[in-house]
């Protein structure tokens, strides 16, 4: 499995189980530098922002349905 699969995976899960178990809304909070799910004002998750020397990465999400997002991750070199 890649690892953007690997990460897609394991963030689906992370927002389906919380959307289960809490019923919360969940809602996206960006800041200067990273993006946090909130759920019942409390974070969830928060994307770090991949640096590296001579790459840029920019992160996308969109909410699939009620409490289950998709992240991806795009690299320029």
């Known amino acids: 499995m890649t690892k953007r699969m690997t990460l897609l995976v394991v963030f689906l899960t992370v927002g389906t189980v919380v959307f289960g178990v809490a019923q919360a809304r969940i809602e996206l909070r960006k800041e200067a530098s990273s993006t946090t799910l909130v ?5 969830v998750a928060t994307l770090v922002p991949f640096t590296e020397k001579d790459f840029t990465a920019e992160d996308a999400v969109r909410e699939v349905r009620p409490g289950v997002f998709e992240w991806s991750r795009t690299f320029r070199y």
């Open 39 to 43: 759920a019942d004002g409390r974070p």
